[in-house]
């Protein structure tokens, strides 16, 4: 069965791509590079002992993703391509819909030209908002606050519109919740461009020392230790959930809006003594105000990903924390 990865050149897209082949498939991943690098694929087959077909284009490009239907059967679309960073979003909101809602609807377009309605789509907790309670329920009331978390929550309208007018589509939309952590051997791993936004890369920066400082955002939440709450989850526990989800899609019947998370939530403060923990590292770090737009606590309950995907997160923070720490210490400037 062949599967096409969008973005699978990118962090949470290379290691998937690793445990799908693993698993048995066979893998074309489709990516622009404008995140990402042909050398995590390189890694990847190194890991994997065989080489992928990597095709680059561009998924607001009908030609370049025609090309590809064309030329390949595909029966599943993982859809992992697009943009993420919150902050560029507000500043720069139209490449966010043109990359994120406009490209996924040429990729949703010429998938169904070809006869390929199967989809597993990367969507984001981000789309609770700042739920009224925690667990977070797949059920909870959306709500987004800028520019990334509305093209997510777009996406995910358009698949519910495109399943409403087609029911022959199978639609998979899985809502990430903090991805954190590396690949075991330490050879793939996250790799932001400059300045990280997210926690886990920040602090490993840190602990390496190419950052000298880490500024926590707020300790006066109403949480167990004042600073944010979040429910991390390593980036491989995440990737067997799309495994999962791939070995049952055909057998859903109604689109699936799914939670993976761990359902655990740890604090900054929490993160950065398991981090210094497992490194033996010290991460400096200072008070500072609360970051616009954060949230105190965030974390899933993820107890219907184990009734319909038989998945549950089973890595700790503490190999989370390792698993980055290998990752950052062997590879200090990234690929
Ligand atoms: P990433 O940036 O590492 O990977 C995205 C990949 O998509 C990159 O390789 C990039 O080059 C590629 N890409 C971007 N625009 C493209 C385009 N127009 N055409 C073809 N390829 C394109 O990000 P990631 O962390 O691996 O995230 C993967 C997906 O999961 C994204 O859709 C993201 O929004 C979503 N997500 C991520 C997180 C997170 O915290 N990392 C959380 C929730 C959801
Ligand atoms: C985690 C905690 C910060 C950096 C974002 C996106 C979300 C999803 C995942 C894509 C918070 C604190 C952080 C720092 C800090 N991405 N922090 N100092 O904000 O939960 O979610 O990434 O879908 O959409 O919004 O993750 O890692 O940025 O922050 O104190 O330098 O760490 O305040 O409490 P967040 P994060």
């Known amino acids: 069965m062949k599967v096409l990865v969008t973005g699978g050149a990118g962090y949470i897209g290379s290691h998937t791509v690793v445990l799908l082949i693993e698993a048995g498939y066979e893998v074309l991943v489709f990516d622009n590079f404008c995140n990402s690098s042909r ?11 065989q080489e992928i077909t990597v095709i680059e ?14 030329k390949y059967a595909i029966s599943t679309v993982i859809h992992f391509a697009g943009l993420k960073a919150v902050g560029e979003s507000v500043e720069k909101p139209l490449k966010y819909y043109d990359t994120n809602v406009n490209g996924s609807a040429v990729l949703f377009e010429v998938m169904a030209e070809h006869n390929c309605k199967s989809i597993i789509f ?7 908002g700042d739920p009224h309670t925690t667990p977070i329920l ?8 800028n520019p990334y978390g509305r093209s997510k929550l777009m996406v995910e309208e358009i698949l519910r519109d495109i399943y409403v007018s087609d029911n022959e589509w199978k639609i998979v939309l899985l809502r990430y919740f903090n991805p954190v952590g590396a690949h075991e051997s330490g050879t793939i791993g996250e790799n932001p461009n400059g300045i990280p936004n997210n926690l886990m890369p920040f602090i490993a920066q840190t602990a390496v020392g190419k950052r000298e400082i880490l500024s926590v955002f707020g300790d ?16 491989v526990d995440l990737s067997r959930g799309h495994v999962q989800a791939l070995e049952r899609i055909s057998s859903f019947r109604d689109p699936m809006t799914i939670n993976l998370g761990t359902g655990t939530g ?20 200072k008070i500072v105000p609360r970051r616009a737009g ?13 009734k319909v995907l038989d ?21 200090p400037n990234g690929y």
């Open 39 to 49: 050398e995590s694929i390189r890694r990847v087959e190194k890991i994997v002992n």
């Open 57 to 70: 284009g561009d998924i607001r490009n009908r030609d370049d993703l025609r090309n590809v239907f064309e």
């Open 122 to 128: 990367s969507s984001s907790a981000t789309v609770y």
């Open 138 to 145: 797949e059920n909870f009331p959306l709500f987004v606050t």
């Open 220 to 235: 006066d939440y109403d949480t167990k230790d004042g600073t944010g709450v979040r429910d991390y989850i390593h980036v």
């Open 266 to 285: 740890y604090s900054v403060l929490e993160m950065i003594k398991a981090f210094e923990k497992v490194s033996e590292k010290k991460v400096p770090y």
């Open 294 to 306: 954060d949230i105190a606590t965030c974390f899933a309950d993820p107890s219907y990903a184990k």
């Open 311 to 331: 998945w549950e997160a089973t890595k700790t923070i503490d190999e989370m924390c390792k698993d980055s720490w290998h990752w950052q210490s062997k590879n």
